[in-house]
T-cell receptor, first 111, second 115 residues
Framework: GENVEQHPSTLSVQEGDSAVIKCTYS??????FPWYKQELGKGPQLIID?????GEKKDQRIAVTLNKTAKHFSLHITETQPEDSAVYFC??????????FGTGTRLKVLA | GAVVSQHPSRVICKSGTSVKIECRSL??????MFWYRQFPKQSLMLMAT?????????EQGVEKDKFLINHASLTLSTLTVTSAHPEDSSFYIC???????????FGSGTRLTVV
C-alpha cells in the first residue's frame, strides 16, 4: 500500500547548524506535501508545505525541496535554535483527503 | 488562520466509563474531520474519517462500536470512547480539512488516561 518513509528517526545538531530530514513517498499521484512540527503533549502544527508543481519553497529559516522523479522531499532548517527541538512529521496527500504520515524525526538542537 | 479547538486537553476516567472528546472548527466549515491516535514516540494513526451528516468511515482494525464518531454540524465532530479500558489510554488528535487538496489543521490533542 501507500507509504511514506522518513529518515532519520532522531537527529541531534549543534545550535546554529543546519538540519535536514528526508522523506520518500510511494504514491506517484501524491500532489501535496506538508511538514508538521509537534511539541510534547501538543497537536502537530503545519510549518511549511509544497505542491507537486513546485520544486522548492522557502520561509525564513525553513525550506522544503521536492524531487518528483525520485519521489523525495526534504525539510531543511538553517541556523537551528533550541526552540526548533521537536518531532517533525512529513506527509503526502493524493487525490483523497487522507494523509499518509511519515514515522517522525525527533530533532534535538543542542545549545 | 484556520483554527481547530479540541477539548478536553486531558481526561482521566475509570475503566468501564465513556469519554467524549470534542473537535470544533472555529473559523471555517469542515465537512470532513479526522481522528487520530498517537502512542508515545510514534506517528499518528488514522482511526476514522468523520463526514458531516453521514456515517464515519473507520480504518481497518478500529472498532466502530467502541469509538463512536458523530459529525452533526459543519463545525463539530465528537469522538466517544465507550467502555474505556486502560489499553485505550493514548493521545487522541483531531484534524479538519480546509478543502480538496489542501492542508489539514490539527487540534491540540487529548491525553486520555484510563485507570
Amino acid at each position: 500500500g501507500e507509504n511514506v518513509e522518513q529518515h532519520p528517526s532522531t537527529l541531534s545538531v549543534q545550535e546554529g547548524d543546519s538540519a535536514v530530514i528526508k522523506c520518500t513517498y510511494s504514491d506517484s499521484a501524491s500532489n501535496y506535501f506538508p511538514w508538521y512540527k509537534q511539541e510534547l503533549g501538543k497537536g502537530p502544527q503545519l510549518i511549511i508545505d509544497i505542491r507537486s508543481n513546485v520544486g522548492e519553497k522557502k520561509d525564513q529559516r525553513i525550506a522544503v525541496t521536492l524531487n518528483k522523479t525520485a519521489k523525495h522531499f526534504s525539510l531543511h532548517i538553517t541556523e537551528t535554535q533550541p526552540e526548533d527541538s521537536a518531532v517533525y512529521f512529513c506527509a503526502s496527500l493524493s487525490g483523497t483527503y487522507k494523509y499518509i504520515f511519515g514515522t517522525g524525526t525527533r530533532l534535538k538542537v543542542l545549545a | 488562520g484556520a483554527v481547530v479547538s479540541q477539548h478536553p486537553s486531558r481526561v482521566i476516567c475509570k475503566s468501564g466509563t465513556s469519554v467524549k472528546i470534542e473537535c470544533r472548527s472555529l473559523d471555517f466549515q469542515a465537512t470532513t474531520m479526522f481522528w487520530y491516535r498517537q502512542f508515545p514516540k510514534q506517528s499518528l494513526m488514522l482511526m476514522a474519517t468523520s463526514n458531516e451528516g453521514s456515517k464515519a468511515t473507520y480504518e481497518q482494525g478500529v472498532e466502530k462500536d467502541k469509538f463512536l464518531i458523530n459529525h452533526a454540524s459543519l463545525t463539530l465532530s465528537t469522538l466517544t470512547v465507550t467502555s474505556a479500558h486502560p489499553e485505550d489510554s493514548s493521545f487522541y488528535i483531531c484534524s479538519a480539512s480546509l478543502g480538496t487538496g489542501q492542508g489539514y489543521t490539527f487540534g491540540s490533542g487529548t491525553r486520555l488516561t484510563v485507570v
